[in-house]
């Protein structure tokens, strides 16, 4: 992934350039508010457009609902010429605890084995979606939460 950033008086512009290992390479252009006093920035987050999906999407900030987070996408389809409304409930702990450490342990004076761990946990959330089309989206989509556990590296290191 390549970034490239600009910082003007009032917006901050970035083009990103990446390329998943599932789909083809694509740019993306965020404008976002740079003054952080400002009105717009009161209520909007950024300016999202993916030209090879012909896509571009307005995203609010997130709104403090007690525990909750709710945030708002108005997206446009050039493809289909249709709009669209997203949003997301979560809580105000974000994903989750996310642990990554490094561990090591001597086996003996010249052998030592190193182990790289990460623990991720997240909380359960729902996301919605209005309008973009026949069949483009589910109206409700909860995600129930989970954690995940792994072993990312090990490596043994002997000492001569």
Known sequence: RLKLKHKLPDLALCACYSKPWHAKPRWRFTVKPAKPDSIVN?????????????????????????????????????????????????????????????????????????????????????EGHLGGGAGDGTAVDVDYGGASFEISQIDGVLEL
Do not use: C
């Open 42 to 126: 009161q209520y909007v987050r950024s300016l999202l457009v993916v030209p090879e999906l012909q896509q571009a999407a307005l995203y609010s900030r997130k709104i403090n609902i007690s525990v909750f987070r709710l945030q708002f996408v108005l997206g446009f389809s050039l493809k289909q010429k249709a709009p669209s409304l997203d949003y997301r409930l979560t809580t105000k702990w974000g994903d989750g605890p996310r642990l990554k450490r490094k561990e090591q342990v001597r086996v003996s004076d010249s052998f030592l084995v190193r182990a790289k761990w990460n623990l991720e946990a997240h909380f359960p959330d729902m």
